[in-house]
């Protein structure tokens, strides 16, 4: 005996009063719902382009820079073995080049082009 999985007559077979189905010979046809009327949004898309303008000049080449005065500026500590930058800071080199490099980055968050 094959069992027909698509078969949900069993979601009609329901009494008065209990939670299921109906089928459309016990409740007839069910209205159909009239479409809402959506409020136009021009507005806000002029505005929000409007927001959005391209940034300065200098601020691709400051955002690069930042980045690669970072990377330089870890390299020359562990070439100098400590020397350079500043010897005085010693490890402390390595944060400030990771920091100047991340402001860079953080830059890149906010490019638009």
């Not at 939670?19 to 021009?42: C, D, L, T, Y």
């Amino acid at each position: 005996m094959a069992v027909d999985r698509w078969n949900f007559s069993f979601l009609q077979d329901t009494k008065a009063g209990s939670i299921g189905f109906q089928s459309n010979s016990q409740g007839g046809s069910v209205p159909e719902s009239k479409p809402r009327k959506r409020p136009a949004r021009q507005a806000q898309q002029t505005s929000a382009a409007q927001q959005y303008k391209p940034n300065p000049v200098w601020y691709k080449p400051v955002m690069f820079g930042l980045m690669i005065i970072g990377l330089i500026w870890i390299i020359t500590f562990y070439i100098t073995e400590g020397r350079f930058p500043v010897q005085e800071w010693a490890s402390w080199n390595i944060v400030a080049g990771f920091g100047i490099a991340i402001v860079g980055f953080l830059m890149t968050t906010r490019w638009r082009a």
